[in-house]
Every structure is written in C-alpha cells, then in structure tokens.
T-cell receptor
Framework: SQQGEEDPQALSIQEGENATMNCSYK?????LQWYRQNSGRGLVHLIL?????REKHSGRLRVTLDTSKKSSSLLITASRAADTASYFC????????????FGQGTRLTINP | GAVVSQHPSRVICKSGTSVKIECRSL??????MFWYRQFPKKSLMLMAT?????????EQGVEKDKFLINHASLTLSTLTVTSAHPEDSSFYIC?????????????FGSGTRLTVV
C-alpha cells in the first residue's frame, strides 16, 4: 500500500522560479528518497536522505526531512523547462527493509 | 553508474496470450529485484519482490498465478503476465538496488508499456 502523500499533486511555475514539493509518510523509515519520472519513462534517482539527516543538497536540489512530523520537502531552485516531470518521494521502511513505498507524486510543469 | 535494462519497452498482445518482461542488472549483481505497476498519471504500486534462487514475495492483492516471477540468476528477473486481459494493460517497471546497501537509491528500468487487445 502507498504510505506517502505528496502535495501539491500538480504544480505549474515559470522558468527561473523555485519549485517546492512536500511529502508526508506514516511509519518509521530507514531513509527517504526522491525520484523523477519523465512521461512514459522509468524513474531516475535524485537524492537519498537518511532518517538521521535533516537536510541534503545536490546541485539545484535541496531536500529536508523532519522525522517528528514524518514529512520531507524537495526544493528545485532556478527551475528550467527540462525539469518538467513527475516527482515522487519513496520511503524505505525499517521493517521489511528493502521495499520502497512511493508517494502519489507531484506533476511539475515549468513554463518557458 | 548502475544500470538496469528492461525489455521490451512496448508490447501489444492478444487477450489470452502470455507476455514475458525481462529485467537485467548490467553492471552489478542483484539478489533482489522489485516489480511495479503504474497506471496513467498514478504512482507506482509494488507488485512483488523477486528473490534470486527462491520464490518471489507478492504484495497483498497481487495474483501469483497471474504474474509469474522468476529470478534465475543474480542479474536477471522476469515477469510473465499469463493469460493477459485488457485490464492487465499498464506500465510495468522493475528496479534493483546496487551495492553498497543503504548508500544509494534504487535503479529503475525504463519500463514496459503493455497493451492487451
């Protein structure tokens, strides 16, 4: 079953603006991961943040994790048209270790 | 980087026939692979965990006899959709986790678009 909920479900912004997506989950996790999916394609791993980490950066991406609130956010700065895609958070649970449980995803559209 | 190759990318089959989808880890060994199903504009639903040398672990509600999984080697897992029907039409994606565990995200195949007519 899906345990993650993402907010917003869809986001449309102008190129150059920042995009923020949020993810909430229900159970204790080992780590949380963000993935990107272009339409009709497989998923590309963006960033992994462990349960004992609070913030992580990778290029224009910034991920935060608040385990007390069971939530995470993904910030894409200085967005580009090529960032248009669906973004999913996925949690690796402590129990049944290897399975990833995906959120519902945010469809991001960057308008040129 | 770690690559997972999935074939075919698209397949159209007639109702009642079976379709096999292959998932290969190209540059690492994967004792465990995962099969997902994705409906249009929806999230990924985990169908089963494929275990090398042993039976697959299916998620609740997934028919074992309908979706046969074989993981005969450390680099290959196959999903066979048996006696396919139009409601089986979907996007199927496999994934594996390259070592070391816990250090990296999962690597996904490019997906297979199955259309049953």
């Amino acid at each position: 079953s899906q345990q993650g909920e993402e907010d917003p479900q869809a986001l449309s912004i102008q190129e150059g603006e920042n995009a923020t997506m949020n993810c909430s989950y229900k159970t204790s996790i080992n780590n949380l991961q963000w993935y990107r999916q272009n339409s009709g394609r497989g998923l590309v791993h963006l960033i992994l943040i462990r349960s004992n980490e609070r913030e992580k950066h990778s290029g224009r991406l910034r991920v935060t994790l608040d385990t007390s609130k069971k939530s995470s956010s993904l910030l894409i700065t200085a967005s580009r048209a090529a960032d248009t895609a669906s973004y999913f958070c996925a949690t690796a649970l402590i129990q049944g270790a290897q399975k990833l449980v995906f959120g519902q995803g945010t469809r991001l559209t960057i308008n040129p | 980087g770690a690559v997972v190759s999935q074939h075919p990318s698209r397949v159209i089959c007639k109702s009642g026939t079976s379709v096999k989808i292959e998932c290969r880890s190209l540059d690492f060994q994967a004792t465990t692979m995962f099969w997902y199903r994705q409906f249009p504009k929806k999230s990924l639903m985990l169908m089963a965990t494929s275990n090398e040398g042993s039976k697959a672990t299916y998620e609740q509600g997934v028919e074992k006899d309908k979706f046969l999984i074989n993981h005969a080697s450390l680099t290959l897992s196959t999903l066979t959709v048996t006696s396919a029907h139009p409601e089986d039409s979907s996007f199927y994606i496999c994934s594996a986790r390259p070592p070391p565990e816990g250090a990296h995200g999962y690597t996904f195949g490019s997906g297979t678009r199955l259309t049953v007519v």
